[in-house]
Nanobody, 120 residues
Framework: QVQLVESGGGLVQAGGSLRLSCAAS????????MGWFRQAPGKQRELVAA???????YSADSVKGRFTISRDNAKNTVYLHMDSLKPEDTAVYYC??????????????WGQGTQVTVSS
């Protein structure tokens, strides 16, 4: 069992930056795939970025070059560094965890979500 708690969301102007954090409890992040999803109003939840236990990363085309996912297994924490934010990045961002890749599979655990709002 894994509990995930996101933090770091908020209101930012277009072009700004935010860093989201996802703190895990109940189980070490070792051997666990981690990722970030987002859900904008009226849209389905989409995978934004993912990171494997070995540190391999994936980013959606819409955020490639702007968002960076990283993990600190010693702190049991996953981060999403978001740069050059655009209004279309506005969404609730969810941390997720799975035993297998999130690029091809579904999460086993979800965080509660944190709101990111980008103003123009």
């Amino acid at each position: 069992q894994v509990q995930l708690v996101e933090s770091g969301g908020g209101l930012v102007q277009a072009g700004g930056s935010l860093r989201l954090s996802c703190a895990a409890s109940g189980r070490t992040l070792l051997n666990i795939h981690m990722g970030w999803f987002r859900q904008a109003p009226g849209k389905q939840r989409e995978l934004v970025a993912a990171i494997s236990p070995s540190g391999r990363t994936y980013s959606a085309d819409s955020v490639k070059g702007r968002f960076t996912i990283s993990r600190d297994n010693a702190k049991n924490t996953v981060y999403l560094h978001m740069d050059s934010l655009k209004p279309e990045d506005t969404a609730v961002y969810y941390c997720a965890a799975a035993r297998y890749t999130l690029v091809a599979g579904s999460p086993d655990y979800w965080g509660q979500g944190t709101q990111v709002t980008v103003s123009s």
